[in-house]
């Protein structure tokens, strides 16, 4: 049992800031301090419950504390298995690994390969670029506006954001980026059809002789872009990135990190477009809300030497043990169809408070990862009829929906996208809580900043 002096809210934010790195994030947005979580709620020192509809940036896929990864824990402490093995096989990894291809298409569980990880996802993506560096002999890699790959050195030169590059020297080189297909914001400026565009346009970079780009050793997308804004790329330009790295033989990477395990609706969210990548990388989800990564990839591209990519906690017993109990408890309880329905569910009912809203630009998103951009109609639209960002009103929102007991991310272009990523286990009962109090917050943060014009 864990004593400690009972504190507030605000002692502990003030501890935290005093004792912790000036990096910390979401203290800053999210101004509490956690005392107990279970399911979809979380309740603070102060002992104000929330509905958690951000579930560790869409890692806890079965919510806080749930039974059968309490039960998966406890097993392993029981028989004493290791809880650290570095890359030491045990029945429990292979165990794990079993569960894992279990979940891929059936065609590429028979080519496939695993390499676990670091605990983060930024590790895996790390371990991803240099697999297909090796494999190909190639050095550029091309990715995405307003795709995130993680935080490290090498992961944060591929990432499309531009506010944490600013200081930070010496980047990857050889790292290109490529319009991604974002409908209400087209960077071509004619909306839906823009992906059309996109895709001739990087089939046209990569066999023009005079593009400034040779080969790439990999071109990597998300399926539905996360921190870029909650932003789902249409089914047949996903289809057109894999025919046109397939022809060329440029490995296909996607990074799934935030997509996978059943959150999009899908299993693993390239299964909307019935394709299939070279490398897929997972993390979040798939520890079963304990630290884990891995990347699975087609074993032609094994083509590294041992130890050529290590990290001491790649052998997580326990994380394998919650993430392999976490796999069956979705496949068993059907919660990837769920997330698919609820997710239509969630969207039908958001683009009702649409309707009723002065400032939301754009409901979208695939299953149970939906984003909310927010605009500033006060404002004269481009040409296609898109409103400006309106990050301030964003964040206002935010603020009011925790006042109101609920949990959401803020992110995207300009930081104006409000972010649903809840767990999978939410009701449709609890789904109607908590659009009420969205509703509510939007019709309060609107009605404050408009008096405040």
């Not at 490995?251 to 997509?259: C, F, G, R, S």
């Not at 068993?332 to 002065?358: C, D, N, P, W």
């Not at 009829?385 to 991310?409: D, H, T, V």
Request: glycine residues 10%; contains cysteine.
């Amino acid at each position: 049992m864990i004593t400690q002096e009972v504190k507030t809210n605000e002692q502990l934010l003030h501890q935290q800031m005093e004792r912790e790195s000036n990096a910390r994030s979401y203290p800053r947005r999210l101004p509490i301090a956690i005392k107990e979580a279970k399911g979809i709620y979380i309740k603070d020192m102060d002992d104000r419950t929330y509905i958690d509809c951000l579930a560790g940036a869409g890692t806890l896929a079965l919510g806080h504390n749930h039974e059968v990864i309490h039960e998966a824990i406890q097993d392993v402490l029981k028989h004493n298995i290791p809880l650290h093995t570095l890359d030491l096989t045990t029945p429990l990894k292979e165990a794990f690994v079993d569960e894992l291809f279990s979940i891929l298409p059936p065609s590429f569980a028979k080519r496939a390969k695993v390499q676990f990880c670091g605990p983060t996802g930024g590790d895996a993506i790390e371990a991803a670029l240099k697999l297909v560096k090796t494999a190909t002999g190639n050095r550029p890699i091309l990715s995405f506006h307003g795709g995130y790959h993680g935080s490290t050195h090498g992961t944060l030169s591929i990432s499309g954001t531009t506010a944490p590059k600013q200081r930070i020297h010496g980047l990857l080189a050889d790292t290109h980026f490529l319009p991604y297909p974002y409908a209400y914001r087209c960077p071509f400026g004619i909306g839906e059809k823009g992906h059309e565009i996109s895709s001739q346009y990087i089939e046209n970079i990569l066999d023009d002789p005079e593009s400034g780009i040779v080969k790439p050793a990999a071109i990597i997308l998300e399926v539905v872009q996360g921190e870029g804004g909650s932003i789902p790329a249409p089914i047949e330009w996903l289809k057109e990135m894999r025919r046109i790295t397939k022809e060329r033989e440029i490995p296909l990477i996607i990074d799934e990190v935030q997509t996978g395990i059943g959150r999009t609706g899908r299993m693993l969210a390239f299964e909307h477009a019935e394709i299939e990548p070279d490398v897929l990388v997972l993390s979040k989800a798939i520890g079963g809300s304990l630290p884990l990564s891995v990347v699975v990839y087609d074993r032609k591209l094994d083509q590294w030497e041992p130890g050529a990519h290590i990290g001491t906690f790649r052998g997580n017993q326990l994380a394998m043990a919650t993430g392999k109990a976490t796999l069956q408890y979705i496949k068993q309880h059907g919660l990837v169809e769920k997330a698919e329905f609820l997710g239509k569910y969630a969207m039908t009912g958001l683009r009702a408070i649409q309707e009723e809203s002065e400032t939301i630009g754009e409901v979208r998103g695939r299953g149970l990862m939906i984003g909310i951009e927010i605009v500033d109609k006060t404002k004269s639209p481009n040409g296609i009829g898109s409103y400006p960002a309106y990050p301030e009103m964003a964040k206002r929102i935010q603020q009011e929906c925790l006042k109101q007991g609920l949990i959401l991310e803020v992110g995207g272009r300009f930081g104006s996208v409000v972010r649903f990523l809840p767990p999978l286990i939410i009701t449709e009962e609890q789904l109607d809580s908590v659009l009420v109090k969205f509703r509510a917050a939007v019709h309060i943060a609107e009605k404050e900043m408009g008096e405040g014009a």
